[in-house]
């Protein structure tokens, strides 16, 4: 993949080559919320890609999303009341199913036009699937194919999520996702005696694989002995697990780290809310035992590690401002051209209609970390 030892011009990374520039990819999955954060019988608000989303659960407990402007005169439906049945737009009382379909006009006789038969609101598909809301995101003015890719899914080891921690990266999703893939930071940005030291980088050689076309456009990194200097791992999971990583696009991570006794499974998620803020979810799950206490302990250090990332990440956007000439070495960058890549590749193949094709192919990559 992308194994062509480069002269020193082709280390600068081009224009081109970053150009996707935050583009936010659509017809694609993306991550909304955890399950727990949407009651039954409640709504809320949410914008994703810049298109505003009102997230229900109805009083069956089925999850439905809806556009949240008001077919009328654009008002925030989520502003108004759901009775677990349907949702009442704030401004005329004009009544939604959370299929969508208007069922009451206040202001019209019957004889006026429309009738509430006649409208409806725009919904997105939903899935939810291992305590996750995804939401579905159809090009600008497409309708939702018939067919829709998979769900992101983490392999099924433990029950149930244990813990979701979100934060909001002001920057485009393209920083937001290859500051957390970079490979090279976690001495410098995570410096801590439980994760990384300084003096603990050293030579690392990975073995990576194409995913498989069912899985989506990404890679995966190939199942491997735990990086020695992963003490959080080893004291978490009770020994040096075996890890697998996969990058699928538009912005999905799942890592799966395994001892003979446990398991644990981390999904990564990125969601544009506007082109210039990202909204980071980071999804863990474990057959651990203990996990109250073990939540209890995660969740801060969770919160730390992203806001850590978070801060590099805010550095670097600062920076690039001034427009400054950057480069992408190999081979701790190469994962970052995979995914400009791969996302110029989606990009192309929607342009022009055609299924996207994978360029990447299996290679081995070193670095020092
Ligand atoms: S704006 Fe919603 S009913 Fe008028
Ligand atoms: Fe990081």
Redesign the pocket.
């Known amino acids: 993949m992308d194994d062509t030892r480069p002269t020193l011009a082709s280390y600068t990374a081009p224009d081109e080559q970053l150009g996707v520039g935050g583009v936010m990819l659509r017809d694609a999955w993306y991550y909304a919320l955890p399950s727990s954060a949407l009651q039954r019988g409640h709504h809320l608000h949410k914008t994703l890609l810049g298109e505003p989303v009102l997230l229900g659960r109805d009083a069956d407990g089925k999850a439905f999303a809806l556009r949240d402007t008001?077919i009328?005169?654009?008002?925030l439906l989520s502003k108004g009341r759901f009775d677990g049945r349907e949702v009442e737009?704030p401004?005329?009382?004009?009544k939604f199913r959370t299929d969508g379909q208007c069922t009451l006009i206040p202001s019209q006789s019957p004889d006026q036009r429309p009738r509430p038969q006649d409208v409806r609101a725009q919904t997105f598909p939903l899935a939810e699937h291992q305590d996750n809301i995804w939401i579905y995101i159809p090009r600008t003015g497409a309708a939702v194919p018939a067919t829709l890719p998979p769900v992101p899914e983490v392999p099924a080891v433990a029950d149930r999520q244990q813990l979701h921690v979100s934060m909001i990266f002001d920057c485009n999703i393209d920083l937001a996702v290859i500051g957390l893939m970079d490979p090279a930071h976690g001495a410098f940005v995570h410096r801590s005696s439980l994760w990384r030291k300084e003096d603990s980088i050293h030579e690392k050689h990975k073995a990576f694989s194409p995913l498989p076309e069912s899985e989506g456009l990404g890679w995966r990194m190939d199942r491997h002995t735990a990086s020695r200097n992963s003490r959080a791992y080893r004291i978490f999971l009770g020994g040096a697990p075996e890890t697998e990583i996969s990058y699928r696009l538009p912005a999905v991570r799942i890592e799966h780290a395994r001892t003979p006794k446990y398991n644990y499974c981390g999904l990564t998620a990125c969601t544009p809310i506007t082109p210039e803020r990202t909204e980071v979810h980071h999804v863990m799950y474990w057959d651990v035992p203990g996990a109250p206490l073990l939540r209890s302990i995660m969740r801060p250090l969770a919160h730390r590690f992203i806001d850590q990332d978070r801060r590099a990440v805010m550095m670097m956007v600062e920076g690039m401002s001034f427009h400054p000439p950057t480069m992408l070495v190999q081979d701790a960058d190469t994962q970052t051209r995979w995914y400009y890549r791969l996302k110029r590749e989606a990009l192309a193949a929607q342009t022009k209609g055609r299924p996207a094709r994978n360029p990447l192919a299996p290679v081995t990559l070193s670095w020092r970390s």
């Open positions: 008001c009328h005169r654009g008002t737009c401004y005329h009382g004009w």
